[in-house]
């Protein structure tokens, strides 16, 4: 298994109180893209107060990036500006809280991340949010007016393939 694209791992023991600005390096923001599937990753900045709670790792902050993606609709590129509030618990994996019980997972939950040992890797857990926050069906400033162009059928992500299927021929009504 490769290293993650954006590791950053840190020691649990030597994390409490601390404010840690995790950036990402060009060669890092490439590889992000390249996984994520986005033209590019032009910046990607979070930044994240940790404080333990024994075993347990707190971190709260902000995510902040920068990205160029590709229109569902038109197929060009633009821009696109993320800033999210993140909220990571890193807990131990064999602490076994949650086996077999079954769990009420509320929304305002903080995301829990296990880990073995007394490190965690910071960056990545960044990296996942940062996935989870991309639109991957995202529309670009120009896509009504593709839209337009294409038709009203084009609305309907599956236009395109009834107009091949009716061949042409069969023409539009």
Known sequence: MSAPEFSRVLDVRQCDGREVVLEAMPEERAALADR????????????????????????TGQLEADLIQTCAISGEDFRVRIAESLVLRFVPASSGNHQDEDLEIDSSDPDEIEYTGTEIDLGEAIAQSLALAID??????????ARAQLGGEAASPFAALTALKRGPDEGSN
């Open 36 to 59: 994520f599937g986005v033209v590019q990753v032009k910046r990607l900045k979070a930044t994240m107060v940790l404080q333990r709670e024994g075993n347990d790792l707190q971190t």
């Open 136 to 145: 991957p069906f995202a529309t670009g400033p120009n896509a009504e007016a």
